[in-house]
């Protein structure tokens, strides 16, 4: 059972940085795409960035394109999203998610997902 831990989440003002991470467990790192999803309140979850672990292609969304950046490390394990120049828009759940084969935004593709962390913009 593959399982999916996020941590990196808090409170950062507006321009500030986090590092979000998440650990994947149970599978064969290197033959999932693997997500970052967000949530903010009375919203949908919405797609931020993806990264196919075979190919090392990455994909972004357009609202946070030039300050998300989504890396992988198999050694770890672990899949990353650097988030810089934070904006108060960016205030949600970050959720990570895992699939086999290549990386898509659509949510309903994804098998595995993690619990979530809080990041939340202070403006």
């Known amino acids: 059972q593959v399982q999916l831990v996020e941590s990196g989440g808090g409170l950062v003002q507006a321009g500030g940085s986090l590092r979000l991470s998440c650990v994947v467990s149970?599978?064969?790192?290197?033959?999932?795409?693997m997500g970052w999803f967000r949530q903010a309140p009375g919203k949908e979850r919405e797609f931020v960035a993806i990264?196919?672990?075979?190919?090392?292609?990455?994909y972004s969304a357009d609202s946070v394109k030039g300050r998300a950046t989504i890396s992988g490390d198999n050694a770890k394990n672990t899949v990353y999203l650097q988030m810089n120049s934070l904006k108060p828009e960016d205030t949600a759940v970050y959720y990570c998610?895992?699939?086999?084969?290549?990386?898509?935004?659509?949510?309903?593709?994804?098998?595995?997902w993690g619990q979530g962390t809080q990041v939340t913009v202070s403006s």
């Open positions: 149970g599978g064969t790192f290197s033959d999932y795409a």
């Open positions: 998610a895992a699939r086999r084969g290549v990386g898509t935004r659509d949510i309903r593709r994804y098998d595995y």
């Open positions: 990264v196919s672990r075979s190919s090392g292609i990455t």
